[in-house]
Antibody
Framework: EVQLQESGPGLVKPSQSLSLTCSVT????????WGWIRKFPGNKMDWMGY???????NYNPSLKSRISITRDTSKNQFFLQLNSVTTEDTATYYC???????????WGQGVLVTVSS | QITLTQQAESLWISPGERVSITCRAS???????????LSWYQQRPGQTTKALIY???VRTDGVPTRFIGSGSGTEFTLSIEHVQPEDFAIYYC?????????FGAGTKLELK
């Protein structure tokens, strides 16, 4: 069974970087697409970006140059880094498998990240 | 970017009833391969998000047959027949036709 699990700090200070890890079991990240989604307080969902089976990335332009998604295939993990965070980045962050780009069929449980001084 | 509108923020229903949740796109979600790139998801507190429907009408493996996706072009519907207690949740539509992918605002199914 495919399983995804997010990990990382639950509290980040403004202007610092948010870094999260998604550990995948039951499926190789060298196949398919792997992404990050966040859910803001109030339930609005935001697609952040993905990294493909080949290592190519695609980001939401709204995040401009703040976002980076990378991977470690030897550990079957992929990562999110979001720079220069503000309180508006406070959200629950989810990692997902995007099955050939059209069905987000596996999700992690999500991790709440609060940006506060 | 493509905007998805879920008009109903909440819907109040009783178990056993049928309910329809609508999602309207700001442009057609039909691709040249003949598929609509519209999918539906269920979020329940304490549970992982569940993929229900992709390509507008195809059930993800293991999803009960009471969940039915329909629609084309810019208008899509998720119907749930004979709503069960475990179906009270938030439902989102998502378009993956064009980047940036975008979600609807969500519709919460609440117990009447």
């Amino acid at each position: 069974e495919v399983q995804l699990q997010e990990s990382g700090p639950g509290l980040v200070k403004p202007s610092q970087s948010l870094s999260l890890t998604c550990s995948v079991t039951g499926y190789s990240i060298t196949s398919n697409y792997w992404g990050w989604i966040r859910k803001f307080p109030g339930n609005k969902m935001d697609w952040m970006g993905y990294i493909s089976y080949s290592g190519n990335t695609n980001y939401n332009p709204s995040l401009k140059s703040r976002i980076s998604i990378t991977r470690d295939t030897s550990k079957n993990q992929f990562f999110l880094q979001l720079n220069s965070v503000t309180t508006e980045d406070t959200a629950t962050y989810y990692c997902v498998r995007s099955y050939y780009g059209y069905n987000f069929d596996y999700w992690g449980q999500g991790v709440l990240v609060t940006v506060s001084s | 970017q493509i905007t998805l509108t879920q008009q109903a923020e909440s819907l109040w229903i009783s178990p056993g009833e049928r309910v329809s949740i609508t999602c309207r796109a700001s442009q057609s979600l039909l691709y040249t391969d003949g598929n609509h790139y519209l999918s539906w998801y269920q979020q329940r507190p304490g549970q992982t998000t569940k993929a229900l429907i992709y390509h507008a009408s195809v059930r993800t493996d293991g999803v009960p047959t009471r969940f039915i996706g329909s629609g084309s072009g810019t208008e899509f519907t998720l119907s749930i027949e004979h709503v069960q207690p475990e179906d009270f949740a938030i439902y989102y539509c998502l378009q993956t036709l064009k980047s940036p992918y975008t979600f609807g605002a969500g519709t919460k199914l609440e117990l009447k």
